[in-house]
């Protein structure tokens, strides 16, 4: 089984600590050239979908499990479980509400994420930088107003962000997953603007 030093976490790296995977969500270093480093990281347990701050010594060797990459094609949520096409085998593969977590606000219906899987069984998907959602609710658009100006909008999946207050229902926005904020504007041709 393949370890590494701390000193090479990636963002999105999957760490087998205890047994189980987990995902790093974040990172940061502490410590001084006359102190020892230590990394933080925020990790995200891969099969309950509750996350746990860890601090490693930056000798400590750790297991990485060896994932596959694979799409996979949402399909519909019913209840507790969220179900995905395999876009090789189109076989339907589930994962639990707590294992997608917050991240639901970000799944639309016959979109195509990256998964990961460990042993042939899913894991885990991973979001895109950015998706682009339609407007269902907002204040009626102000033209002219400043782009320093913002209103309150709720959009398809239900998340609810700050845009511009020239932007009205229908339009389609870009929003970073990250930090769940507009990005920009998407035409209707698709083109950024």
């Known amino acids: ?17 205890d047994g189980a995977p ?22 995200r347990h891969l099969r309950s979908g509750r996350f746990l701050e860890r601090t490693f010594t930056d ?13 996979v094609q949402y399909s519909y949520a019913q209840g507790e479980e969220y179900v995905f096409l395999d876009a090789e085998t ?10 997608v977590g917050d ?29 682009t959602l339609t407007i269902t609710e907002t204040a009626p658009p ?11 909008a709720v959009l398809e999946t239900g998340l609810e962000i700050m845009v511009p207050l020239f932007l009205d229902k229908g339009e389609r926005v870009r929003v970073d997953t ?4 507009y990005v920009g504007k998407e035409s209707d041709r698709g083109d950024k603007k």
């Open 1 to 17: 089984m393949q370890s590494v030093l701390p000193s090479e976490f990636k963002k999105g790296m999957v760490l087998l600590l």
């Open 22 to 43: 987990h995902v790093i969500e974040e990172l940061h270093v502490t410590g001084t050239a006359q102190t020892k480093h230590k990394i933080h990281a925020r990790l």
């Open 59 to 71: 000798t400590e060797r750790v297991p990485v499990a060896e994932v596959q990459h694979r799409t």
């Open 90 to 99: 189109f076989e339907e593969l589930v994962l639990r509400a707590e294992q």
């Open 103 to 131: 991240r639901k606000v970000f799944l639309k219906e016959n979109e195509e994420y990256k998964a990961l899987f460990l042993d042939g069984r899913l894991l885990d998907i991973v979001l895109p930088p950015q998706v």
């Open 142 to 152: 102000i033209r002219g107003g400043s782009d320093a100006t913002w209103k309150p």
């Open 178 to 181: 990250a930090t769940r904020k």
